[in-house]
């Protein structure tokens, strides 16, 4: 005859069966769903400094502003197994200090959108498998503005005149006169079960910089 205790060890471990069963469930049922939605951005304004980095060796370097719109409808996005959203818009630029003439091959191992290469270089962008890479298309990445936005928020955004939460700082001089600065609103979907896909909207935007700084009054 069963005891109290083997009784309630079956019972932990049913369930535990089922809730297993109802995860995997859950994330099967969402994990081949297209999570991209159209993004439109939209700038306004661009201003541009040179200004002492007090973060590195106290050289001057290009400081940009940009004051930016950005209409996204992300309700398609959500659905049972999505707790929330990371959003982040980030900007891509090439520059002359960070071209490289050879062309590496390499096994590359994607972990949460980073590439970590054999060959020790890192590149942003979102499984093993094996990459030819022409280093003169390489790009800086900065991310400039995030936002969460969590199951039940409004999934609407219509946001006007927003400004970077990050400083754009270029080591160096790359942003004056960049003529292909672009703009790309991203996101993180965080599941209640399964993996963390990083998606990218299928809308960006390439805007160019000035070719002068814009000069700071002293009164």
């Given at each position: 005859?069963?005891?109290?205790?083997?009784?309630?060890?079956?019972?932990?471990?049913?369930?535990?069966?089922?809730?297993?069963?109802?995860?995997?469930?859950?994330?099967?049922?969402?994990?081949?769903?297209?999570?991209?939605?159209?993004?439109?951005?939209?700038?306004?304004?661009?201003?541009?400094?040179?200004?002492?980095?007090?973060?590195?060796?106290?050289?001057?370097?290009?400081?940009?502003?940009?004051?930016?719109?950005?209409?996204?409808?992300?309700?398609?996005?959500?659905?049972?197994?999505?707790?929330?959203?990371?959003?982040?818009?980030?900007?891509?630029?090439?520059?002359?200090?960070?071209?490289?003439?050879?062309?590496?091959?390499?096994?590359?191992?994607?972990?949460?959108?980073?590439?970590?290469?054999?060959?020790?270089?890192?590149?942003?962008?979102?499984?093993?498998?094996?990459?030819?890479?022409?280093?003169?298309?390489?790009?800086?990445?900065?991310?400039?503005?995030?936002?969460?936005?969590?199951?039940?928020?409004?999934?609407?955004?219509?946001?006007?005149?927003?400004?970077t939460k990050y400083f754009f700082f270029d080591d160096g001089n790359g942003l004056k006169g960049n003529r292909n600065v672009t703009l790309t609103l991203s996101w993180n979907v965080v599941p209640n079960a399964g993996i963390l896909p990083l998606v990218t909207g299928?809308?960006?935007?390439?805007?160019?910089?000035?070719?002068?700084?814009?000069?700071?009054?002293?009164?």
């Open positions: 005859m069963n005891t109290v205790l083997s009784r309630a060890n079956s019972l932990f471990a049913f369930s535990l069966s089922v809730m297993a069963a109802l995860t995997f469930g859950c994330f099967i049922t969402t994990a081949f769903k297209d999570r991209s939605v159209p993004v439109r951005l939209h700038v306004s304004r661009i201003m541009l400094k040179n200004v002492e980095d007090f973060t590195g060796p106290r050289e001057r370097s290009d400081l940009g502003f940009i004051t930016f719109d950005i209409t996204a409808d992300l309700e398609n996005i959500f659905d049972w197994n999505v707790k929330q959203l990371f959003l982040y818009l980030s900007a891509e630029y090439s520059t002359k200090n960070n071209v490289r003439k050879d062309v590496a091959e390499c096994w590359v191992y994607e972990e949460m959108g980073v590439r970590h290469c054999c060959s020790g270089v890192t590149l942003f962008r979102p499984k093993f498998s094996f990459h030819s890479f022409d280093w003169r298309k390489a790009l800086n990445q900065v991310v400039l503005w995030d936002k969460i936005v969590l199951r039940g928020d409004n999934p609407k955004l219509l946001l006007k005149d927003m400004k299928s809308g960006h935007v390439s805007v160019p910089f000035p070719d002068t700084y814009e000069i700071t009054k002293s009164y």
